[in-house]
């Protein structure tokens, strides 16, 4: 009963900003790292942040480094991803997803992901 629901995606300019909200349910959501994936048209995917739960680290790919920021709501079961600056290169379905296990772990693996929300940057 795994769930991530993606929202907040539209059309924003240049130079703009959105925030994507990920509603998680059907764990706990404390425990589980989180991740941002996005797949661009006509593109693989393309990892973009993790929280680490465990520390409270967060990761980001250099691309976005500056102007995207990861952040969870553990009491909400939210995870979020503030985007500014935006760039026509930011188009792209964003996805989130759960880490599999709980750490420490021998391994790891994305077990679930959200269907995805749209994101387009133009003018």
């Known amino acids: 009963q795994v769930q991530l629901v993606e929202s907040g995606g539209g059309l924003v300019q240049p130079g703009g900003s959105l925030r994507l909200s990920c509603a998680a349910s059907?764990?706990?959501?404390?425990?589980?790292?989180m991740y941002w994936v996005r797949q661009a048209p006509g593109k693989g995917l393309e990892w973009v942040s993790t929280?680490?739960?465990?520390?409270?680290?967060?990761y980001y790919t250099d691309s976005v480094k500056g102007r995207f920021t990861i952040a969870r709501d553990n009491a909400a079961n939210t995870l979020y991803l503030q985007m500014s600056g935006l760039k026509s290169e930011d188009t792209a379905v964003y996805f989130c997803?759960?880490?599999?296990?709980?750490?420490?772990?021998?391994?790891?693996?994305?077990?679930?992901w959200g269907k995805g929300t749209l994101v387009t940057v133009s003018s």
């Open positions: 997803a759960k880490r599999n296990r709980e750490s420490p772990s021998s391994y790891y693996g994305l077990d679930y």
């Open positions: 929280f680490d739960t465990d520390n409270s680290n967060t």
């Open positions: 059907g764990f706990i959501f404390n425990n589980y790292w």
